[in-house]
């Protein structure tokens, strides 16, 4: 018991559902229907069955969610395994060759994972789209010595 009460307090700071905590919620779960049955029995009020009703279904929501979020959690370990081995892949292909910086590789899966999504052309068209609206001139155009020079200018 004092390990189940250790366990239970180390889970609490755990992110997500652990097996203590779920069973902690259970066994919780189950006696507040037992004391629900048991006082439905004593006074045969219907306050009671509709509190168990609720309780019912704030249980069945709660294991419900918890087993959602542990099927995420494996999708979600799959797809990060799947992605190191496409990785692992990736450098398999390259033979070996550690010329390119880390930017340059970087940027070519950035680029390979834009055709794939195509991408490409929505982007370049996004920055075009970004030019035509300020004039011509792009943000690079613009430095910071050109407008010290107006402020500069402006104070004489």
Known sequence: MASFIAGLWESIFVPGPTPTILKATNATF???QIV???????TTSIH???LSILCAGLWYSINWFA???AVAQTRQQQEAERATAEDKDA???KGGDDSDTEVESTA???RQRL??????????GQANNLEASSGGE???????EDEWEKVSESDK
């Open 48 to 50: 009671f069955v509709v």
């Open 108 to 110: 070519r899966q950035g």
């Open 30 to 32: 189950a006696a507040l």
């Open 138 to 144: 792009t943000q690079s155009s613009v430095s910071t």
């Open 115 to 124: 055709r794939k999504r195509g991408g490409v052309s929505g982007v370049a």
């Open 91 to 93: 450098t398999d292909d």
């Open 67 to 69: 087993n959602e979020l």
């Open 36 to 42: 629900l049955l048991g006082l439905l029995v004593a």
